[in-house]
Each structure stands twice: as C-alpha cells, then as structure tokens.
C-alpha cells in the first residue's frame, strides 16, 4: 500500500525565516503534486511535478522531486503571513493513475 | 468560465439519515473524484467515475455509500443511515482526460462538509 508521509505536521515559523517540508512516498512514482488549503476552503494548486530532478517556483514557494529518493520538498524563503495555510502533497500510484494519494498534511502558521 | 460545483456546501443529518451531496464537473471534464476528509487529515480516495460508469470504488465503505454519475445531471455521493463517523467534507475534483491526461492534475471542488448529529 502506497504511503505518503509529510513532516513536520506543524510548523510555525516567524515571518521571514526560510524553511523545508518534506514529503516521502513509499513506492515508485513519477508525478507529485503539491496542494495549498485554507481553513474550510478547497484545494488550491501549486506544483505539479513530473520527473526526476523537477524542480518548479512560484513566488516565496520553491518545489523539488527526487523520484530515486521517493521524495519531494517545498521549500519557503522569506515567510510572510499569507502563507499561513495546510499544505499537502500527492502522488501517483504509477501502476495505476486513476488515483491521487494525499499525504498528511503540514499545517503552516506564519507570525510577525 | 465555473470550476468544480458542489452542493450543499453544508449538510447536517441526524444518525439514521440519507446524505445526498451533489457534484457538477468543469464544462468539458467527463472525469470525477470523489475524496473525503476528516477533520486534521489528509484527503482520502473513495471514487472515480465517467459518465455512466463506476472506473474505481477502491476506496468507499462497502456498505452505506454509493456513487453515481448520470449521462445527465451531476454526480452523486449518497451515505445512507449516516453515522458520527461520516462526519467529513466530501471534495469532488474533475478531469477532461481518463488518468487525469499529461499532467494529472486535479481540480477540485469547495467540498461538502457533513455534520452528523
């Protein structure tokens, strides 16, 4: 069974501190994803990466792929407020991609 | 140009009730998901449906829940004699392509979020 582990679970970091969370899969994959949710909203796209050594930025947010490693990092720089948000990684089962496989979860709290 | 609708936003149903929770995809995806999402948790699988066809129950209880998508109308998450533990928001994402085409990409709807009493 497919298992997608995210650390930390919560992070809280001061306003323009830089910081990784990371995310480990445990079978072969080639597509991770990177979803931003905010309290009782849905899921927001981030990144979608699709092979080994992607690596994708968008604004404060950088997001890389080591599909060898089985394992993918989002990356902040600078932390700002609006940050604050659960963010979430999926992947792939790569025998059948009918399915996203979510993993834990890493609430976020960004403070001045 | 409208995403992923869903509806109710919010449903409460006491123990013993039907929970009916509705699904419009994005105008062209024929492709729907359904997740659920407990509360501090990741979102889990349940279906995957096309137009008419169930593609992959994996992941619905078996008992209670079902799941339809008609040639006409939106597609539907029914939970019969609904229990504390279907408390959840239930997220629908679409897609145009089967296995979700190049990127796989997801979107999602605003979710239905169940309280049972």
């Known amino acids: 069974e497919l298992k997608v582990e995210q650390n930390p679970l919560f992070l809280s970091m001061q306003e323009g501190k830089n910081y990784t969370i990371y995310c480990n899969y445990s079978?072969?994959?080639?597509?991770l994803y990177w979803y931003r949710q905010d309290p009782g909203k849905s899921l927001e796209s981030l990144f979608v990466?699709?092979?080994?050594?992607a690596v994708k930025q968008e604004g404060r947010l950088m997001a890389s792929l080591d599909t060898k490693a089985r394992l993918s990092t989002l990356h902040i720089t600078a932390a700002v407020h609006d940050l604050s948000a659960t963010y979430f990684c999926?992947?792939?089962?790569?025998?059948?991609?009918?399915?996203?496989?979510f993993g834990t979860g890493t609430r976020l709290q960004v403070f001045p | 140009n409208a995403g992923v609708m869903q509806n109710p936003r919010h449903l409460v149903r006491r123990r013993g009730q039907e929970a009916r929770l509705r699904c419009s995809p994005m105008k062209g995806h024929s492709h729907v998901y359904w997740y659920r999402q407990l509360p501090e948790e990741g979102l889990k699988f349940m279906v995957y449906l096309q137009k008419e066809n169930i593609i992959d129950e994996s992941g619905m209880p078996k008992e209670r829940f079902s799941a339809e998508f008609p040639k006409e109308g939106p597609s539907i998450l029914r939970i019969q004699q609904v229990v504390r533990g279907d408390s959840a928001a239930y997220f629908c994402?679409?897609?145009?392509?089967?296995?979700?085409?190049?990127?796989?990409?997801?979107?999602f709807g605003e979710g239905s979020r169940l309280t049972v009493l």
């Open positions: 990466l699709l092979s080994n050594g």
């Open positions: 994402a679409s897609s145009p392509f089967r296995n979700r085409g190049n990127t796989g990409e997801l979107f």
């Open positions: 079978t072969t994959s080639d597509r």
């Open positions: 999926a992947v792939d089962l790569q025998e059948n991609t009918d399915k996203l496989i």
